[in-house]
């Protein structure tokens, strides 16, 4: 079936990076997403990728993907405290089709 | 960009009564809708797909009866919750798409259902 997984938790220090990683089990992902919740709020759509793509970059985010390993990560530059939030990931089979979410990693960054 | 509004943001019910929650796609026509759970510290579960003029359809485990979803027009649906009771509580969120190819889903704030 399918499946999303990612790691619960991230803490790093404002100005570091943050590397937020997320594995998938269907291969027949094609679209693959990061949102960014904040308390109590809706999902924001932050990037995403398409599964013929190994590499996107927005701004100060970069999203890597491992199609072999079906291994995505998001990784935000120069962390601010305003990017403390619960990222997901989500992925889905074909253009408009449902979305699969991970747990979500909740980031706190540290002043 | 796409705007989705929820209506209420926070209701609170007695048991055994119904609530409604409305979605609507502010400066789009949403053909399709979805609904989502939502538990403290937990990922989004999809309950059901609504397209417009269409039954919803539902996911597995979601009962159709207690979750009454309508999507009478293109840039309204509204979720009801039936005979509510506390396992009921959680947040439900909805999201729209502007097209049957559109990749993205744009997401509303959340309604917080607390039911006592």
């Known amino acids: 079936g399918e499946d999303v997984e990612q790691s619960l938790f991230l803490s790093v220090r404002e100005g570091d990076s943050s590397v937020i990683n997320c594995t998938y089990t269907?291969?027949?992902?094609?679209?693959l997403y990061w949102y960014k919740q904040e308390p109590g709020a809706g999902l924001q759509l932050l990037t995403y990728?398409?599964?013929?793509?190994d590499m996107k970059q927005d701004q100060r985010l970069t999203v890597l993907l491992n199609k072999k390993d079906k291994h995505l990560s998001l990784r935000i530059a120069d962390t601010q405290t305003g990017d403390s939030a619960i990222y997901f990931c989500?992925?889905?089979?074909?253009?408009?089709?449902?979305?699969?979410f991970g747990q979500g990693t909740e980031l706190s960054v540290k002043p | 960009g796409a705007v989705v509004s929820q209506h209420p943001s926070r209701v609170i019910c007695k048991s055994g009564t119904s609530v409604k929650i409305e979605c609507r796609s502010l400066?789009?026509?949403?053909?399709?809708m979805f609904w989502y759970r939502q538990f403290p510290k937990q990922s989004l579960m999809l309950m059901a797909t609504?397209?417009?003029?269409?039954?919803?359809?539902?996911e597995q485990g979601v009962e159709k009866d207690k979750f009454l979803i309508n999507h009478a027009s293109l840039t309204l649906s509204t979720l009801t919750v039936t005979s509510a009771h506390p396992e009921d509580s959680s947040f439900y969120i909805c999201?729209?798409?502007?097209?049957?190819?559109?990749?993205?889903?744009?997401f509303g704030p959340g309604t917080r259902l607390t039911v006592t």
């Open positions: 609504s397209n417009e003029g269409s039954k919803a359809t539902y």
């Open positions: 400066d789009f026509q949403a053909t399709t």
């Open positions: 999201s729209a798409r502007d097209g049957p190819a559109s990749y993205e889903q744009y």
């Open positions: 990728i398409f599964s013929n793509m």
């Open positions: 989500a992925e889905s089979r074909y253009q408009g089709g449902k979305l699969i």
């Open positions: 269907d291969s027949s992902s094609t679209y």
